[in-house]
């Protein structure tokens, strides 16, 4: 089992670019999120689904847009990236729940310019 | 709203012990969690406690929790240089039903 994957590992943009990160998991899960890491912050969702069909905000949604494409896959896309979402970008993946526990990619390191 | 802090930064001689402490507001936390992130790498689990538990023992893991004062803490004995990491505690809210993180302790271990 691969667990969860998340491709590029690492991007560089241009202010208003767009970009898609692309998110995997195989342990057939029915949550997946989608996290900011920033230095001093922590960890931030920016959105989830809590199943096939289904996506919500989290905390810091606004210059982001989701797709559950399946159960497998939940991409996080950039429609214009702008400086300010500089960051690690880490998808995760969880059975329904709180005891749930939640499996983490590696992280994409966007760095917008 | 939910807000969960810790420390940035705390560091150990190795063999000593650790604690990383954590406060949390939210009341209706169901579950709290530590998570270990190496550099480079995602998130792992480390433990898990629930809200009507004191305490949880795991091998060199010890979570203590004061629901009252709404602490949690995380005690690593012996520490090793591969528990050099930062470590982020997080908690389940019912009510929002989300996980809201900490901002990471980083956990340093000297020779």
């Not at chain 1, 996290?35 to 289904?54: F, K, V």
């Not at chain 1, 690690?88 to 966007?110: D, I, K």
């Not at chain 2, 979570?63 to 690593?76: C, E, G, T």
Request: proline letters at 3%; charged letters at 20%.
């Amino acid at each position: 089992n691969a667990g969860v994957t998340q491709t590029p590992k690492f991007q560089v943009l241009k202010t208003g670019q767009s970009m898609t990160l692309q998110c995997a998991q195989d342990m057939n899960h029915n949550s997946m999120y989608w996290y900011r890491q920033d230095p001093g912050m922590g960890l931030r969702l920016i959105y989830y689904s809590a199943s096939e069909g289904t996506t919500d905000k989290g905390e810091v949604p606004n210059g982001y847009n989701v797709s559950r494409l399946n159960k497998r896959e939940f991409s996080l896309r950039l429609e214009s990236a702008a400086p300010s979402q500089t960051s690690v970008y880490f998808c995760a993946s969880s059975e329904v729940g709180p005891s749930g526990e939640q499996f983490f990619g590696p992280g994409t390191r966007l760095t917008v310019l | 709203g939910e807000d969960v802090e810790q420390s940035l930064f705390l560091s150990v001689r190795e063999g000593d012990s650790s604690v990383i402490n954590c406060t949390y507001t939210d009341s209706s936390s169901t579950y709290l969690y530590w998570y270990k992130q190496e550099p480079g790498a995602g998130l792992q689990l480390l433990t898990y406690i629930f809200s009507n538990m004191d305490m949880k023992q795991d091998q060199r893991l010890t979570v203590l929790l004061n629901k009252k004062d709404k602490h949690l803490s995380l005690r690593i004995a012996d520490t090793q240089t591969g528990d050099s990491a930062i470590y982020f505690c997080a908690e389940w809210s019912g009510t929002a039903s989300k996980l809201t993180f900490g901002t990471g302790t980083r956990l340093q271990v000297t020779l």
